[in-house]
């Protein structure tokens, strides 16, 4: 029960930061946005998750999985509820900053709620799972938005979508009333400054950092922009977009699972973790390389393919990369390692959708985005075997 509510608030996570990528032509029109603006504000998005990763890991781990969960999820909420009242830029930018800094506790939370529910052996397949049905928010978003958004209004869309996040806390409030706020074990060590100090001393932590920041950075730009390319270079209208955005999302599911699911049955069959894990994130990080032919193809649908494949290998890698956290890193870190790992994520993501903006603004196209995106996830692994050429589990 616990980890269907923890899937469904994904689903609701993702709905929320995408809606606004799915109703950018409309918005646009109506606020009279210019490509750099958009960009502008999705990177302050960025900004903001990345200011409040600082904190949130930290926050999850002394809550405990019963409190940190529903407080994330009714302040996102709240967040993506008040984009519908926004009337100018400055006031679009402040809900964006806000959704940004509360939907940081989703990450932690989830990773946490994982860690506590399962064994070490059944993890990476649990979180992929997890990954691939919170992409179902993905798969959603574009094909409902702009069906709601017709009926009500896009203000109200974000109203609508905002308000399911509050009836999931209350299921959630109503799920966990025998279940305790956190065990002593899960505590972290008292002092935030000591468990930072410890953790920034340690060549593990820079490893998931660069490795998050490499791969996060193509997750943020295709989340936003996506919609943007195929309306821009294949002209699809708003409601037209809602299934190659589906089809895409729906491949980022697939890769989620097998992801985990693959390293889970290397492990069953005697591979080593350091191995099994790097091996996966090989793969992954070989399969993106295509998505610069994205832009070479007669077909949307081919196009999509592309895009799709990408998005399901960097599901595999970040399934890989999250459960790499939990091997390596002592129980009371993992909130903190994963917090700190979305912030270094989510900057690189802030600084890539800003350079969207403006390279897109400049006539300069989607080329040099998806030639980074091709070699992001190489470099990421590159990184981990550099830092960590033999993993060993927490101390």
């Known amino acids: 029960m616990l980890l269907a509510l923890i899937i469904s608030a994904g689903v609701l996570n993702y709905a929320d930061r995408q809606i606004i990528a799915v109703l950018k ?5 109506d606020l009279h946005w210019t490509d750099a603006d958009y960009g502008r504000l999705a990177s302050l998005f960025q900004f903001a998750a990345a200011i409040a990763f600082l904190f949130t890991g930290e926050i999850v781990d002394r809550l405990g999985v019963k409190w940190a969960n529903p407080i994330g999820v009714a302040a996102w909420s709240a967040a993506a509820m008040a984009h519908g009242w926004a009337r100018s830029i400055v006031q679009f930018s402040l809900a ?6 509360t939907e940081s506790m989703g990450t932690p939370s989830g990773i946490k709620t994982v860690g506590a529910l399962f064994t070490p052996a059944q993890q990476s397949s649990a979180i992929g799972f997890s990954n691939a049905a919170g992409n179902v928010g993905a798969i959603i978003t574009p094909l409902a938005v702009p069906l709601i958004a017709a009926a009500v209004g896009w203000r109200s869309t974000f109203v609508v979508l905002g308000a ?16 305790q706020g956190a065990s002593p074990a899960a505590r972290p060590a008292p002092g935030a400054f000591r468990v930072y100090g410890a953790m920034l001393r340690d060549r593990r932590t820079w490893a ?20 943007d390319f195929f309306h821009r270079t294949f002209g699809l209208t708003i409601r037209e977009l809602g299934p190659p955005l589906a089809v895409i999302y729906a491949c980022a599911a697939v890769g989620s699972m097998i992801g985990g699911f693959a390293t ?26 295509p998505a610069p032919l994205a832009l070479h193809v007669g077909s949307y649908w081919a196009a999509a393919g592309l895009i799709g494949l990408l998005l399901a290998a960097h599901q595999g890698f970040s399934v890989n990369l999250f459960a790499l956290i939990a091997d390596i890193s002592p129980p009371e870190r993992v909130g903190a390692l994963t917090g700190f790992g979305a912030l270094c994520g989510n900057l690189a993501g802030m600084g890539i959708l800003f350079l969207a903006g403006e390279l897109l603004t400049r006539g300069y196209g989607y080329a040099p985005l998806l030639l980074i995106a091709a070699c992001s996830y190489l470099l990421a692994i590159g990184w981990i075997q550099l830092l960590l050429p033999r993993l060993k589990g927490p101390r």
């Open 25 to 29: 032509p409309v918005i646009e029109l």
């Open 96 to 101: 964006r900053a806000a959704l940004g800094a």
């Open 164 to 179: 399911l996040g509050f009836v999931w806390v209350a299921g959630w409030i109503a799920a966990t009333r025998g279940l």
């Open 208 to 227: 998931i950092a660069g490795a998050k920041a490499l791969s996060d950075q193509v997750w943020w730009l295709l989340l936003f922009w996506t919609p």
């Open 264 to 289: 889970t049955r290397l492990l069953a069959r005697g591979v080593s973790p350091g191995k099994a894990r790097k091996g996966v994130l090989l793969v992954c990080a070989l399969l993106v390389t």
